[in-house]
């Protein structure tokens, strides 16, 4: 499977934005893992810890391994895919352990 490389100055519209829209889920989950982060360290709460890992394994490491994994492996599209949704299912799995699961 040859891939396109698509440079900046080159890419459509619908490119750069589905680009920054990415980025941006990243950036706010991170910014959000972080609140939650800094909630476990002053309460001594778990639940935010696991909140907080959740919400990193859910939006900033898929950015992160498309973008890793794009750059210098450049492997087939259904590889990415897996890695990114493998990361969002242990993300939501944190985030329900955070809520149900510990007291």
Known sequence: MSRKIVR???ATLFEL????S?????????????????????????SMFYLAVGL???????????VAMTTFISPDRIVIALLENVSR???LV?????LYGHH
Do not use: H, K, W
């Open 89 to 91: 299912l242990f993300g």
């Open 22 to 46: 990415l980025f941006l889920v990243a950036l706010f989950g991170t910014i959000i893992a972080y609140q939650a982060y800094r909630g476990y360290r002053r309460n001594d709460a778990s």
């Open 56 to 66: 990193l394994l859910l939006t900033l490491c898929p950015f992160l391994v498309n």
């Open 94 to 98: 944190a985030i329900t352990y955070s």
């Open 8 to 10: 900046i100055d080159e």
């Open 17 to 20: 934005l589905t680009v920054a």
